[in-house]
């Protein structure tokens, strides 16, 4: 299953390649802080450091290496708390093979979402110690620089994996707690300057005119909307295509449906924890997230990236609870490799490519 998982990779990545004009992702990397503060251009900014003038290229090949990172780190992030032993290969082959991540990763490559991603498995492997809530914050609010609905979108799942690491082994003195709310405080305050105040202070022909001068390729007028929309007007169309898009809410549901093997351990790690206080704090936690993610689709339609970093969020939430006590048995393995459904659901998980970025498949 693994290995057709890896198989399909290279296949969706000549696909965008040959099949796909990334206009979208081509476009965030030009845009810079050149005329002030404004959402979305942090990533170009960077890239402007290196390079005056950027080329298509560039989005697949900072893809592919943003792509590498991910997957280096969840594997190292999986054997560290799950460990490669032959009972936890077909958890892994689940989650690593699931067309909710790094095949959607791929497929989506050259979009910001894989970045909230790998702040959260860093957040899984880093040291802990007195700057890790600051190290994770920081690492927050470039997520919000680079968009901001990563406020929804992966922080709290980082927040979960924050409090897992730092707070439920070390306590909550006043001075932790005044730490947290401190950086979590600095965190809103720049999501909510990236949401109601990061419009482009330009006319769009002045923006296009720029970002043209930065590009090797002409670039669309019409892509402006995503730094001169406000958060009302995203709203409103979203809503507008709402009866369309909801048609395919089932197609989510039976894709989730896929990985109730995975959805049977998680519960049961939930059930087996020493601490009630720990139980509680990973069902707020999933609650928060799920809400979080609710809000998201009320506001952008990208459905299918949506649904698929939701997935990912639960697969590194579980994670992280696995590092909380526990008086689940080691030697059961997470999921049965040795039945016919669990072998029937892995391998359609294994099989299908991705889900998509605003529509399934």
């Given at each position: 299953?693994?290995?057709?998982s890896?198989a399909?990779?290279?296949?969706?990545?000549?696909?965008?390649?040959?099949?796909?004009?990334?206009?979208?992702?081509?476009?965030?990397?030009?845009?810079t802080?050149?005329?002030?503060?404004?959402?979305?251009?942090?990533?170009?900014?960077?890239v402007?450091?290196?390079?005056?003038?950027?080329s298509?290229?560039?989005?697949?090949?900072?893809?592919?290496?943003?792509?590498l990172?991910?997957?280096?780190?969840?594997?190292?992030?999986?054997?560290?708390?799950?460990g490669?032993?032959?009972?936890?290969?077909?958890?892994?082959?689940f989650?690593?093979?699931?067309?909710?991540f790094?095949?959607?990763?791929?497929?989506s490559?050259?979009?910001?979402?894989?970045?909230?991603?790998?702040v959260?498995?860093?957040?899984?492997?880093?040291?802990?110690?007195a700057?890790?809530?600051?190290?994770?914050?920081?690492?927050?609010?470039?997520?919000?620089?680079?968009?901001?609905?990563?406020?929804?979108?992966?922080?709290?799942?980082?927040?979960?994996?924050?409090?897992?690491?730092?707070?439920?082994p070390?306590?909550f003195?006043?001075?932790?707690?005044?730490?947290?709310?401190?950086l979590?405080?600095?965190?809103?305050?720049v999501?909510?300057?990236?949401?109601?105040f990061?419009?482009m202070?330009?006319?769009?022909?002045?923006?296009l005119?720029?970002?043209?001068?930065?590009?090797?390729?002409?670039i669309?007028?019409?892509?402006?909307?995503?730094?001169?929309s406000?958060i009302?007007?995203?709203?409103t169309?979203?809503?507008?295509?709402?009866?369309?898009?909801?048609?395919?809410?089932p197609?989510y549901?039976i894709?989730?449906?896929?990985?109730l093997?995975?959805?049977?351990?998680f519960?049961?790690?939930i059930?087996?924890?020493?601490e009630?206080?720990?139980?509680?704090?990973?069902?707020?936690?999933v609650?928060?997230?799920?809400?979080?993610?609710i809000?998201?689709?009320?506001?952008?339609?990208?459905?299918?990236r949506?649904?698929?970093?939701?997935a990912?969020?639960?697969?590194?939430?579980m994670?992280?609870?696995?590092?909380?006590?526990?008086?689940l048995e080691?030697?059961?393995?997470?999921?049965?490799?040795d039945?016919?459904q669990?072998?029937?659901?892995?391998?359609?998980?294994?099989?299908?490519?991705?889900v998509?970025v605003?529509?399934?498949?």
């Amino acid at each position: 299953m693994v290995i057709v998982s890896v198989a399909i990779i290279p296949a969706l990545f000549l696909y965008k390649f040959y099949f796909h004009s990334p206009e979208l992702e081509y476009a965030h990397l030009l845009v810079t802080y050149h005329f002030g503060f404004a959402k979305r251009a942090l990533i170009g900014t960077v890239v402007s450091l290196f390079a005056s003038k950027v080329s298509v290229a560039y989005v697949y090949i900072i893809g592919v290496l943003v792509w590498l990172v991910a997957v280096l780190l969840f594997i190292y992030a999986f054997k560290r708390i799950f460990g490669f032993s032959e009972k936890n290969l077909p958890l892994f082959a689940f989650v690593a093979g699931s067309p909710f991540f790094f095949k959607n990763f791929m497929y989506s490559i050259g979009y910001f979402d894989i970045y909230g991603c790998i702040v959260a498995l860093a957040a899984l492997l880093l040291p802990v110690g007195a700057f890790y809530p600051l190290l994770l914050a920081s690492g927050c609010v470039v997520l919000v620089l680079i968009h901001p609905i990563h406020f929804l979108l992966y922080c709290p799942t980082i927040a979960f994996i924050l409090f897992v690491r730092y707070y439920c082994p070390l306590g909550f003195s006043p001075l932790r707690i005044g730490y947290g709310l401190i950086l979590a405080t600095v965190v809103l305050m720049v999501f909510l300057a990236s949401t109601f105040f990061g419009q482009m202070p330009v006319p769009p022909e002045t923006w296009l005119a720029y970002v043209q001068g930065r590009a090797t390729v002409p670039i669309d007028l019409s892509l402006n909307y995503m730094w001169y929309s406000t958060i009302t007007e995203e709203i409103t169309y979203t809503w507008r295509m709402m009866g369309s898009n909801a048609l395919r809410f089932p197609v989510y549901a039976i894709l989730i449906a896929l990985h109730l093997p995975v959805a049977r351990y998680f519960k049961s790690l939930i059930q087996s924890l020493a601490e009630p206080l720990h139980k509680l704090v990973v069902v707020v936690a999933v609650s928060t997230i799920c809400a979080g993610y609710i809000v998201i689709c009320m506001v952008v339609f990208d459905y299918s990236r949506w649904v698929s970093n939701w997935a990912v969020c639960m697969f590194l939430v579980m994670l992280a609870t696995r590092l909380l006590p526990s008086t689940l048995e080691d030697t059961a393995p997470p999921v049965a490799a040795d039945t016919k459904q669990n072998r029937r659901l892995g391998w359609l998980i294994a099989v299908l490519p991705r889900v998509g970025v605003t529509k399934p498949f």
